[in-house]
């Protein structure tokens, strides 16, 4: 029987390890930095490395062991932690991983155990964190590890379908932050409060056990409800946010699509009378009218030229967007260029073609809202190698941008409203590195720049 127990033991430390691992990945990926991969061989390394070194505590052949509620926490946590590390990024960026990583793992882990101890002691008047806990019979501690490995797998289930699944990757706001704070503090008082009340026997009212119960079951509720409400304040607002997107995607198409109608109508008329007009000219040059004719043929050509499309990047829905922003740009004395064409044009879903170039253009915009008006000028080029496309964007600035520090994912933004704006540029490289591309700011001489670069599949 004890060697049963050690091996249903041995497993659940090991699921309970593992499932904490992948969360906190998860989270970062999902929540902090979406760069963080998450990826199967990863898992393995992790699903490795728990395995045996809790095979040696199992054989009492590792010198660190910290027992928290009958299961064992192992320095394998470093290992974990360096997974998490990516070439590339910078010592800073990761530093804020490991730092995110331990804190998620301390946090679902404490937050967990916490719940349990708060079941068990409210019910049964017994704790077992303190003293009590070495009297706890075999059944009841690995019915508790057993409590444990099952919110760990809701919380892995819930935020793997709810959002990593979804593709979904959003930055936390300041409201955000202080209700983890404040979820933080409250979950480290509870943990202090229920290891004294342990450590004490202290049994609230003994004859009125469901005053334990009922305060019990309140902090308990509070503590798995708490993050639930979180992460669905965020989503509220991520989706608010898409959804303005979405419909500001869907005027641009609206309006490129009456554009083109009224462009049909025009071509329809130029067509119906060209016959006509150059009948015209034709009788024009007959009588040796070349100053008349001259004059016609250029009235005509000028009607060409109104119909010809007004901006042609490669990409109809491209062309689309930024037909959409030219209005705004015209009535603020901004000058769009566009240099090249994308031959083919963007192999990505369309959202993805507007949260890119939607944001750099509205960017680009802002920054000329703050220049004289002769000289707001934003450069759209473009070009192609054999296996390589070439994106620039770049408009003047007021002042030099660090863009060492919105590379490294600082929010800089000149709005008022902080925790609205300043992910822009972050949601660009996400994109853009979502496709396989490469990503990169410059700033001198008070222009700023930003640059994309595409791979092309190689045949």
Known sequence: MTVLGDVVDYLIGCSALFLSYAFSVMAIHCFSDERLPVTRKKHIIAGAVIAICQLLLLLDLFPFRISVNGSTFVTTELVLAGLCLQRGIGIGANFRRVLL???????????????IVMLVYGFSGKGMIGDEGDNVSRLASTVADLMMLLILLLAYIYIYRVVY??????????TDVVLMGIYCIYVLIMAIVFAIMD???VQLVAEFGFLRAIFTLVTAGVTLAMPYFIVRNRLSAY?????????????????????YREAQEETRAFRHDVQNELAVISALMKEKHYDQAEAYLNDML????????K?????????????SKLGKLTENSVVLSIDGVLEGGLNWKPMDKCRVFANALD?????????????????????KTRHQRFITISNPCCENVDCNALMSGQRLTSKEDKQLHGYGIQSI???????????????????????????????
């Open 311 to 323: 901006v042609i990047t490669g990409d109809d829905m491209l062309d689309t967007l930024i037909s």
């Open 199 to 201: 450590e004490e026997d």
């Open 165 to 174: 699944a979804k593709g979904l990757a959003m930055s936390p706001r300041n």
């Open 429 to 459: 490289r996400s994109t853009v590195e979502k496709y396989g591309g490469l990503f990169n700011l410059s700033c001198e001489d008070n222009r700023f720049v930003m640059e994309i670069i595409l791979m092309d599949a190689v045949n």
């Open 239 to 259: 989706y608010k946010d898409l959804s303005d997107h979405q419909q500001s995607f869907l005027d641009a198409e609206l309006a490129a699509s009456r554009q």
């Open 363 to 383: 960017n680009a915009f802002e920054a000329c809202m703050k220049l004289p008006t002769d000289v707001r000028q934003i450069a759209l080029t473009m070009q």
């Open 302 to 309: 000028t009607e060409v030229r109104a119909l010809s499309p």
């Open 101 to 115: 990583f331990f804190f998620s793992q301390l946090m679902l882990t404490l937050s967990s155990v916490i719940i």
